[in-house]
């Protein structure tokens, strides 16, 4: 069954950088665009970046547009979100799922937590 596990999170301080990592499987993932969104209790989930399925093509949110960057590896499965620059407001529970924007999946993993402290 489809797997999405997320890591790397953490607490850090303003101005510092992070790598989450997503290991998928249980599905062709080279066939399948792939997404970052996060969450903040209260508050709807929403779109960070997308990569699509080869990785040529990418796009940001507009607020981490220029600080985020994501990747992948298809020979491993995995997809990428390097985060430099954090700030608070950047504090959320981190997820991946299929999609180049809109998830493709009813299925979210546990999530990562990155909390930014000013």
């Known amino acids: 069954q489809v797997q999405l596990v997320e890591s790397g999170g953490g607490l850090v301080q303003s101005g510092d950088s992070l790598r989450l990592s997503c290991a998928a499987s249980?599905?062709?993932?080279?066939?399948?665009?792939m997404s970052w969104y996060r969450q903040v209790p209260g508050k709807e989930r929403e779109w960070v970046a997308g990569?699509?399925?080869?990785?040529?093509?990418?796009k940001y949110e507009g607020a981490v547009k220029g600080r985020f960057t994501i990747s992948r590896d298809n020979a491993k499965n995995m997809v990428y979100l390097q985060m430099n620059r954090l700030k608070p407001e950047d504090t959320a529970a981190y997820y991946c799922n299929s999609g180049y924007q809109w998830p493709t999946r009813d299925y979210w993993g546990q999530g990562t937590q990155v909390t930014v402290s000013s």
């Open positions: 990569i699509g399925e080869t990785g040529r093509v990418s």
């Open positions: 249980g599905f062709d993932f080279s066939d399948y665009a």
